[in-house]
T-cell receptor
Framework: EAEVAQSPRYKITEKSQAVAFWCDPISGHATLYWYRQILGQGPELLVQFQDESVVDDSQLPKDRFSAERLKGVDSTLKIQPAELGDSAMYLC??????????????FGPGTRLTVT | AQKITQTQPGMFVQEKEAVTLDCTYDTSDQSYGLFWYKQPSSGEMIFLIYQGSYDEQNATEGRYSLNFQKARKSANLVISASQLGDSAMYFCAMTGRGSTLGRLYFGRGTQLTVWP
């Protein structure tokens, strides 16, 4: 069964350092999402891509976060510089968006970031 | 904007008993989707069940059923015959319409503990 891949699974970094996460969605899925989940809360959308275009990045802290999906397939989320408050689980999800009313998202295993 | 409220931080149920996890939502959209996800301690989000706003029948998926009361804007998850492996965080989520169709708005979650 096809899965969303993410790496690394765990990352520990010092504040002010740069960190990057990678996501490979299910083949053929045009829509890709990055969510951030702070401990004890539900995930919140950071950025949504449709193919290589950003659809929604209104909640992305653009002074330190950047995201790209250059060829409309895999995606990278970068934080520079990392702050203590960035410690969270970063989840990637993808969906087919074939015009059906149900838009099910498939999630990857997540990257758990700890900033020290 | 969409809003999901889960008022139960934690729930306890004995193995083989049924349990209901509460979810209320707020939206001005006429068309929307409601989802429940399970998140074990390992972190991945596992899709459980979906209900469309125009679906007249309550959704069921194996031991999971969704008690959808549109007028009350509630979408409670019922787990029948609980198993020890059901112990996890459970998140209610919804989608809306527009350019961000497909993005999920999550509640804060309910931690379910199943005891023998």
């Amino acid at each position: 069964e096809a899965e969303v891949a993410q790496s690394p699974r765990y990352k520990i970094t010092e504040k002010s350092q740069a960190v990057a996460f990678w996501c490979d969605p299910i083949s053929g899925h045009a829509t890709l999402y990055w969510y951030r989940q702070i401990l004890g809360q539900g995930p919140e959308l950071l950025v949504q891509f449709q193919d290589e275009s950003v659809v929604d990045d209104s909640q992305l802290p653009k002074d330190r976060f950047s995201a790209e999906r250059l060829k409309g397939v895999d995606s990278t989320l970068k934080i520079q510089p990392a702050e203590l408050g960035d410690s969270a689980m970063y989840l990637c999800a993808s969906s087919l968006d074939d015009g059906a009313s149900r838009v099910e998202q498939y999630f990857g295993p997540g990257t758990r970031l700890t900033v020290t | 904007a969409q809003k999901i409220t889960q008022t139960q931080p934690g729930m306890f149920v004995q193995e083989k008993e049924a349990v209901t996890l509460d979810c209320t939502y707020d939206t001005s959209d006429q068309s929307y989707g409601l989802f429940w996800y399970k998140q074990p301690s390992s972190g991945e989000m596992i899709f459980l069940i979906y209900q469309g706003s125009y679906d007249e029948q309550n959704a069921t998926e194996g031991r999971y059923s969704l008690n959808f009361q549109k007028a009350r804007k509630s979408a409670n998850l019922v787990i029948s015959a609980s198993q020890l492996g059901d112990s996890a965080m459970y998140f209610c989520a919804m989608t809306g319409r527009g350019s961000t169709l497909g993005r999920l708005y999550f509640g804060r979650g309910t931690q379910l503990t199943v005891w023998p």
